[in-house]
């Protein structure tokens, strides 16, 4: 007989993960108490690394069926959805989601419906990676410097050089800079290039 599971999460605490159990309990699905997973925690968090996640994971079984009410509950990105859904798949788990009219993302239809969404978030995607990198070569020709700002202004840099040549430690310059080991580290490493 198959199972039915819900997975039910929201990002933060004023929220209520008991509204997506009502709203799939609306839409037909019969879910014992015990076979729903409810989670508070960001939606930037893999699904894998959630822990209510992880625990169903651990309890479902081949031939169940898991319901949630919208794709962004179970990754936090088009692709992290797609691996999800091939994992309960390979898993043998059937996936529906309601905001898609309840289809069966591991039925062909649900496969293209999938292929459709990780399409256009590659897209997305690669279209925010353009505008970036149209933006940094503007910004290159307007002479602006990129990246983070120096720790260390050029004199400190110059000092700090200097007080490792006399054969103070990495870790004693980096103390009294206040900066981290890493930092007088790259500087020392530019130097001997």
């Known amino acids: ?3 039915v599971f819900a997975y039910c999460r929201v990002s933060t605490a004023d929220q209520h993960p008991e509204n997506q159990v009502q709203e ?7 879910v014992d108490a015990h076979r729903v997973a409810m989670e508070h925690v960001s939606g930037s968090t893999v699904a894998s690394q959630r822990p209510g996640f992880a625990k169903l994971l651990e309890r479902i079984e081949r031939g169940d069926t898991l319901v949630v009410t919208k794709l ?5 990105d088009a692709i992290d959805v797609q691996q999800t859904v091939q994992t309960l798949e390979a898993m043998g788990v059937r996936v529906h989601c309601l905001a898609l009219g309840g289809v069966d ?6 496969k293209m419906t999938m292929g459709v ?7 997305e995607r690669d279209l925010i990676i353009e505008r970036t990198n149209a933006g940094l070569q503007r910004a290159k020709a ?3 410097k990129l990246g983070r700002p120096a720790a260390l202004s050029p004199d400190q ?3 700090a050089l200097s007080r490792l040549a006399e054969g103070e430690t990495v870790y004693g310059v980096a103390k009294s800079f206040d900066v981290a080991r890493q930092v007088i580290m790259r500087i020392r490493d530019s130097a001997q290039k």
Do not use: Y
């Open 142 to 144: 307007e002479g602006k």
């Open 157 to 159: 840099q110059r000092q």
């Open 72 to 76: 962004d509950r179970l990754g936090r």
């Open 117 to 123: 969404i990780t399409a256009v978030a590659q897209f």
């Open 105 to 110: 993302l591991t039925s062909p239809a649900g």
């Open 1 to 3: 007989m198959t199972r």
């Open 24 to 30: 799939i309990a609306g839409a037909g699905f019969t």
